[in-house]
């Protein structure tokens, strides 16, 4: 496999550098080897921060970096397309982070003239971002400062026009709460790792892109029959209808069937009031209408509209990460109540995800004695919306108890002490997501080597345990390995997965229509090959920033190898220690990493990442 | 002598783990069963399926389909 080689499509060839310290901007090329080498998107945002984001650097100082890229697919004729990548040294873990958002962001990049976006520096006062195609300005954003998500980009869009692709933070990032996202158009996130607060410690309130141009292809007429037939492809699926109308909340029931839907602060798997909180109670009680990202034959979007205690709101959502960590994990049982959550996780600018983590390890926290009824303000209850969204709240704002809950469970833990950190459910600092897994050893094992913490989109595997049976360990380390390739694959080329992993799309179009965008032949396997490069750097990268890092990271919380699930379908179900260290074993050894868990110098040399292979390993073999 | 045959479709994932890995599927029946005796006999754990329609309409997995029938059957979603 070659990779120097010229793509003649899927690339403008330009970044976009912005100096937000300086108010200057200036254009660089990208480098040539990079689409081969990296392919885009995820790729590029390891690749630069690699590069330009050197061990010790503090994730909120002027020295991070918080890159924008798209990837070859982005914003082209095909299902799918309106992927972006935002990437940043975590303030969570940090380590290395990223997190993806559907919706127009990117494909305005693209034709604005860019494929990448980097922020550098800190302005001394709220800016917003405009790109308006070779135009490039800083405009003052005092009066949006302090204001939510959603009225920020109405306001924008309202300022400089609705064909403006706008991207925001809302208070939490501005309070640089590290689990705060960057959201856009109203009700998408970037929820993880903390790029919100990147983005708020640079001072940045918004991003707002428009671009006239085109897009580059290799094969315009080879792209628009390859589109029209993937579209087709996507209708003629029978799980087209079907899976539709629900999106992901959809799968609320099974999790709970076979036992892993987070409950109670993870201390259970099943929520016996899931039925109250599914896919069905959202499209028969709050659902409006549904909602796509570009390209999307699929619409996962649900914009509802609930009417609780508290207030009336209209959200997008919630999905099923959502209703599973603001629902099941803090109990709460009405579908309405776990929307007007969503809302308020949106508009301050809070990952649901984490947030709805933070929220229930409070929750536990003061039921145990570790934070006083003093502290708490109120008496927070499971269950109780006026808990969740006073929590919400005070972590956004950093006020009282909320400025440690707003560092997330693993820092917070740290500071609460009293052993609050068996209630503190992360991996290397990032809140789990939605698959409680101590009866599921390859989504355990998905979870505890995942590239930025906790989290459950780089492999999915969680249909292999069942499928494979959830006792045997036997193969898991090889599906998960082959998963963590497939699925970052698609942020590396920027399009979005659920084509393929709900509706059954095959994987072999991906393979044929990559050559017909950028004009590189690339196999499927040569496509895996930059995937596993891409993860090793992160692998690397993460090594070099944070102490300690390898096996004795990559471990579950204490409560999932010391407390057996105490009830409903997983009950007793336990993963031991042992098998933890086991699947580790099996895991390391296929990846070529040492047994703590370190990329070996043989590997980072086969994988072209000489530079990471000297950082690593300097002079020795 | 068989009792009928049931065509089965997997939608999503899920197919992977079907025989073949394909997406469709005939069954011959020697008598009644329900969609999770077939989907059982066709070697896969039930609980891989989230949802089971027959003919369209949607059925729990103890639903017996008539010879002749669809068995469509629906992979979990991977959450948001």
Same mark, same amino acid.
């Given at each position: 496999m070659a990779e120097h080689i010229k793509a003649?499509?899927?690339?403008?060839?330009r970044i976009l550098r912005v100096d937000l310290g300086a108010g200057e901007h200036r254009v660089d090329p990208l480098p040539e080897e990079w689409p081969g080498?990296?392919?885009?998107?995820r790729g590029f945002v390891s690749r630069i921060l690699y590069e330009e984001v050197p061990p010790?650097?503090?994730?909120?100082?002027?020295d991070n970096k918080l890159v924008m890229a798209a990837g070859?697919?982005?914003?082209?004729?095909?299902?799918?397309?309106?992927k972006t990548h935002f990437g940043a040294k975590?303030?969570?873990?940090?380590g290395y982070g990223d997190s993806n958002i559907g919706g127009h962001l990117s494909p305005e990049l693209k034709q604005a003239g860019y494929d990448v976006l980097i922020l550098e520096g800190q302005s001394a006062d709220p800016v917003v971002v405009v790109i308006d195609d070779d135009k490039v300005r800083l405009e003052p954003a005092g009066d949006l400062w302090g204001l939510g998500c959603i009225e920020t980009e109405k306001r924008l869009k309202e300022r400089l026009g609705e064909e403006f692709q706008i991207a925001v933070i809302g208070p939490a990032g501005e309070n640089m709460v590290k689990f705060a996202c960057i959201g856009h158009d109203f009700g998408r996130q970037a929820g993880r790792t903390g790029v919100g607060a990147v983005m708020g410690s640079k001072r940045v309130k918004a991003l707002a892109i428009h671009g006239t141009g085109s897009m580059p292809v290799a094969d315009p007429q080879g792209l628009l029959e390859m589109g029209k037939r993937m579209y087709q492809a996507c209708f003629d699926k029978p799980a087209f209808s079907e899976w539709t109308?629900?999106?992901?909340?959809?799968v609320t029931d099974w999790v709970n069937e076979v036992g892993a839907f987070p409950t109670r602060n993870f201390q259970t798997?099943?929520?016996?009031?899931h039925k109250q909180i599914n896919g069905q109670r959202l499209r028969e009680d709050i659902h409006i209408t549904d909602k796509g990202c570009?390209?999307?034959?699929?619409?996962c979007g649900k914009y509802s509209r609930a009417k609780v205690s508290l207030g009336e709101c209209l959200v997008e959502g919630p999905e099923y990460e959502t209703i599973a960590l603001l629902g099941g994990n803090c109990c709460l049982s009405d579908i309405k109540e776990v929307a007007y959550a969503n809302y308020i996780c949106d508009d301050l600018g809070l990952d649901s995800i984490s947030g709805g983590n933070v929220a229930a390890f409070a929750i536990e926290c003061l039921e145990k004695g570790v934070i006083t009824p003093e502290q708490a303000g109120m008496e927070w209850k499971f269950g109780d919306l006026e808990s969740i969204v006073h929590l919400l709240q005070l972590i956004a704002h950093r006020e009282g108890i909320g400025d440690v809950l707003a560092d997330g469970v693993k820092m917070a833990a740290e500071r609460l002490g009293k052993g609050s950190d068996h209630y503190a459910i992360h991996v290397k600092g990032l809140e789990w997501t939605g698959y409680e897994s101590r009866f599921a050893p390859a989504m355990m094992l998905s979870y505890i080597t995942a590239d930025i913490g906790?989290?459950?989109?780089?492999?999915?595997a969680i249909t292999f345990d069942v499928a494979r049976g959830r006792e045997k360990m036997d193969g898991k380390a090889e599906r998960v390995v082959e998963l963590q390739h497939i699925r970052p694959l698609f942020d590396c080329l920027g399009i979005c997965r659920l084509q393929w992993v709900e509706?059954?799309?095959?994987?072999?179009w991906y393979e044929k229509v990559f050559p017909v965008v950028t004009g590189i032949n690339y196999t499927w396997d040569d496509l895996l090959h930059v995937s596993e490069r891409v993860w090793n750097q992160n692998r690397v990268y993460s090594a070099r920033h944070?102490?300690?890092?390898g096996r004795a990271l990559d471990q579950p919380p204490a409560r999932f190898v010391e407390e057996?699930?105490?009830?409903?379908?997983?009950?007793?179900k336990m993963i031991t220690q042992a098998q933890i260290e086991s699947l580790l074993d099996d895991y390391y050894k296929l990846r070529g990493?040492?047994?703590?868990?370190l990329p070996t110098k043989e590997k980072l040399v086969e994988l072209k990442l000489e530079d990471a292979a000297r950082d690593l390993w300097g002079d020795r073999k | 002598m068989t009792y009928g045959r049931i065509e089965v479709q997997v939608a999503g994932?899920?197919?992977?783990?079907f025989p073949g890995g394909r997406d469709r599927h005939w069954v011959d029946l020697a008598g009644p069963a329900t969609a999770r005796e077939i989907i059982e006999q066709l070697g #896969?754990?039930?609980?891989? #399926?989230m949802a089971v329609f027959v003919d369209g309409e949607l059925r729990d997995k103890d639903a017996v389909p008539p010879p002749g029938a669809i068995l469509l059957l629906i992979s979990p979603p991977s959450g948001g």
């Open positions: 003649k499509g899927g690339y403008c060839g080498k990296y392919i885009g998107g010790g650097t503090d994730p909120l100082g002027p070859p697919l982005t914003g082209v004729f095909l299902p799918g397309c309106g975590s303030p969570a873990t940090g109308p629900y999106g992901t909340a959809g798997s099943y929520f016996p009031e570009m390209g999307c034959p699929i619409p906790a989290h459950h989109n780089r492999s999915w509706i059954g799309f095959d994987l072999e944070v102490p300690g890092f057996p699930v105490p009830d409903g379908p997983a009950k007793g990493w040492t047994p703590d868990g | 994932h899920a197919r992977e783990f #896969v754990s039930p609980d891989l #399926v």
